[in-house]
């Protein structure tokens, strides 16, 4: 069974950093792009961040770009999403998702920004 | 950036109806156009990729269609546990980008 279970989100003052970590089992981790997307709270979906399977390939939402940096460990079958100077307008919950269509997502971590 | 517009924002059904989603992307996406449900609290969950593929598992009463632009979610004879929120997402470009969503709700 696909599993994805996220970690790291909580409670940050603006201007401070966190580390999201996604830990996949279940299937070839090596073999899927991931994907960082997140929900603030009653609003839609936000993509935020993509790595292709070997890290080739990452892409940034312009509103994440240059504070955010996503990286994942294929021999620890895990994704990260390390955010810097963090703003109010981040909070969310984060959800990691496999691959392109996103067909497997974690139960989401939430991320609050605010003094 | 690719945007992507759904509409209705919200809509409400009865058990048994029909309903159909619209999603507009602001270029031209050829199929590559998703479709997702959530539930409050849950993660998101794929129905449709590529425009009109099921996902394996989804049930048939879901449909998708459209290529370029346009595109239709399509969910037949609803059922109770398909009140939720529905959202379009184009993977065309590598900066993938949602429709703001509609809320689907029970008459």
């Known amino acids: 069974e696909v599993q994805l279970v996220e970690s790291g989100g909580g409670l940050v003052k603006p201007g401070g950093s966190l580390r999201l970590s996604c830990a996949a089992s279940g299937f070839t981790f090596s073999d899927y792009s991931m994907n960082w997307v997140r929900q603030a709270p009653g609003k839609g979906l936000e993509w935020v961040s993509s790595?292709?399977?070997?890290?080739?390939?990452?892409y940034y939402a312009d509103s994440v770009k240059g504070r955010f940096t996503i990286s994942r460990d294929n021999a620890k079958n895990s994704l990260y999403l390390q955010m810097n100077s963090l703003r109010a307008e981040d909070t969310a919950v984060y959800y990691c998702?496999?691959?392109?269509?996103?067909?497997?997502w974690g139960q989401g971590t939430l991320v609050t920004v605010s003094s | 950036d690719i945007q992507m517009t759904q509409s209705p924002s919200s809509l409400s059904a009865s058990v048994g109806d029909s309903v159909t989603i619209t999603c507009r992307a602001s270029?031209?996406?050829?199929?590559?156009l998703n479709w997702y449900q959530q539930k409050p609290g849950k993660a998101p969950k794929l129905l449709i990729y590529a425009a009109s593929s099921l996902q394996s598992g989804v049930p048939s009463r879901f449909s998708g269609s459209g290529s370029g632009t346009d595109f239709t979610l399509t969910i037949s004879s609803l059922q109770p546990e398909d009140f939720a929120t529905y959202f379009c997402q184009q993977s065309y470009s590598t900066r993938y980008t949602f429709g703001q969503g509609t809320k689907l709700d029970i008459k």
């Open positions: 790595i292709s399977s070997s890290s080739s390939f990452i």
């Open positions: 270029q031209s996406i050829s199929s590559y």
């Open positions: 998702a496999r691959g392109d269509p996103s067909d497997s």
